[in-house]
T-cell receptor
Framework: QKEVEQDPGPLSVPEGAIVSLNCTYS??????FMWYRQYSRKGPELLMYTYSSGNKEDGRFTAQVDKSSKYISLFIRDSQPSDSATYLC???????????FGTGTSLTVIP | EPEVTQTPSHQVTQMGQEVILRCVPI?????FYWYRQILGQKVEFLVS????????KSEIFDDQFSVERPDGSNFTLKIRSTKLEDSAMYFC????????????FGPGTRLTVT
């Protein structure tokens, strides 16, 4: 059973669109939920994190966690060509020792 | 802004050779990690390290792998006898004591085993 599942895409949207990225998971011990952005052949860059359930907003980005459904989302408003990258969800238990990553969703924002 | 650095950026080695991948974590961080990413696949956890000992390791991290913090700044991953399937991008990450959610990743070392 896979710990974290994420649709790999690719996802292609016009500039200005709202983007919705999602992950599901199976381990109810996960408490920390992160979204990373990764450009080709670079290291993952932390975008946002959420602890337990709820929403968090940071500029054009909103992260949502629904622990009852074991489902997390990242919304990007007013998407820009510079948002084109692979977006990885990651999760961990309270210890934070081990992050479990999704496969990543490749996003292209077309000008 | 402080960042995690890794050297070399690309390492080519022959099967059976030993390699050492080097990382300099962010200076006030106490927790250190190695992950790998085989081309086109997930980022996979290898090992976590705290207080000069391994905290947790995955099934991938077998006896061929070892980690060390030889001094106050470096954190290394050694692969004793490389195999073709060890070819991957290896990422080092670090975090401070209080923020379990905030692992900062380095740019990675691309290891190619021929």
């Amino acid at each position: 059973q896979k710990e974290v599942e994420q649709d790999p895409g690719p996802l292609s949207v016009p500039e200005g669109a709202i983007v919705s990225l999602n992950c599901t998971y199976s381990n109810s011990a996960f408490q920390y939920f992160m979204w990373y952005r990764q450009y080709s052949r670079k290291g993952p860059e932390l975008l946002m994190y959420t602890y337990s359930s709820g929403n968090k907003e940071d500029g054009r980005f909103t992260a949502q966690v629904d622990k009852s459904s074991k489902y997390i989302s990242l919304f990007i408003r007013d998407s820009q060509p510079s948002d084109s990258a692979t977006y990885l969800c990651a999760m961990s238990s309270n210890t934070g020792n081990q992050f479990y990553f999704g496969t990543g969703t490749s996003l292209t924002v077309i000008p | 802004e402080p960042e995690v650095t890794q050297t070399p950026s690309h390492q080519v080695t022959q099967m059976g050779q030993e390699v050492i991948l080097r990382c300099v974590p962010i200076s006030n961080h106490l927790y250190f990690y190695w992950y790998r990413q085989i081309l086109g696949q997930k980022v996979e956890f290898l090992v976590s390290f705290y207080n000069n000992e391994i905290s947790e390791k995955s099934e991938i991290f077998d006896d061929q792998f070892s980690v060390e913090r030889p001094d106050g700044s470096n954190f290394t991953l050694k692969i004793r006898s490389t195999k073709l399937e060890d070819s991957a991008m290896y990422f080092c990450a670090s975090r401070d004591r209080d923020r379990a959610y905030e692992q900062y990743f380095g740019p990675g070392t691309r290891l190619t085993v021929t």
